[in-house]
């Protein structure tokens, strides 16, 4: 008997760090069935990831506490940016898809048709993608880039290094508000762009460069500003030290 219930606790939990790990994924109600159930359940959430949840859309959880991130990232930021902000692009885009063609669609497939024409669907689904993209890039582990991905960076932009220097100068160069991107393109080339306000490289319709995000930066203002005033610099260097590298890895490698 206390075999089968250490049995059931080690399942349990590793149904609970599965959801954990995967909080975007877990948002996606669409694809339970009564067949499916606990750590099959989170298993199958993860295969789909974020790009194929549907409406309605739902807030993701943080993946770590909003002050986990601190000094880098206070929490109070953390709290507002993703509770308030986010709420209210997810609260928006789900307003703005009512009986439109969008309902149907998930994710992906809202940002690769959306268009000029849908400046409502436009931001508050950039938002919502990017900012779910964004909390899952982060980590309070300070984490270096390594194995496959670590090549490519070399291979694509001579070293680390010299990666860090584009992307910073591609994050300060944004005008007002928007956000700087590691990408992925069609050919497995890795390539630096930005993208203003909540638009992001998988807009076919919007973007000058479009692929997959690998890695994003926030820089709209409320995403530093409590903490660094107007020192962008000086967040974009901190950020750095809190990018998940084993995520954007395993984005990489898919």
């Known amino acids: 008997m206390s075999m089968d ?13 599965g959801i954990i790990l995967n909080p975007l994924s877990a ?13 099959d359940t989170t298993a199958v ?13 739902e807030l993701p959880a943080l993946p770590y506490d909003f002050a986990a991130l601190a000094p880098n990232i206070d929490k109070q930021t953390m709290e507002i940016h993703h509770g308030k902000h986010h709420q209210g692009y997810v609260n ?9 063609g969008f309902a149907n669609q998930n994710l992906l497939e809202i940002l690769e048709n959306v268009s000029d024409n849908d400046t409502a669907v436009r931001n508050n ?8 993209l964004f909390w899952e890039s982060l980590s ?57 306000n909540q638009d992001n490289p998988l807009m076919k319709n919007l973007a000058e460069q479009t692929g997959t995000p690998l890695l994003g930066l926030d820089v709209w203002e409320h995403a530093y500003y409590l903490n660094y005033q107007n020192k962008r610099t000086e967040y974009i260097e901190n950020f750095y030290k809190i990018i998940n590298w084993e995520k954007i890895e395993e984005r990489f490698n898919a």
Do not use: M
């Open 92 to 100: 928006k885009l789900n307003k703005a898809i009512e009986g439109t």
């Open 27 to 39: 948002c996606d109600s669409s694809k339970k069935t009564d067949a499916i159930t606990g750590a």
């Open 125 to 132: 689904g950039g938002g919502h993608y990017n900012h779910s």
């Open 140 to 196: 309070p582990k300070n984490q270096v880039a390594t194995d496959n991905l670590k090549a490519a960076l070399e291979k694509d932009f001579g070293s680390y290094e010299a990666f860090q220097n584009e992307f910073t100068a591609e994050a300060k160069g944004v005008f007002g508000s928007g956000w700087a991107w590691l990408c992925k393109a069609n050919d497995g080339k890795l390539f630096i762009t930005s993208t203003p």
């Open 45 to 57: 959430l993860a295969e789909n990831g974020l790009f194929t949840l549907k409406s309605p859309f």
């Open 5 to 17: 219930k250490r049995t059931f606790l080690k399942t349990a939990g590793l149904a609970t760090i």
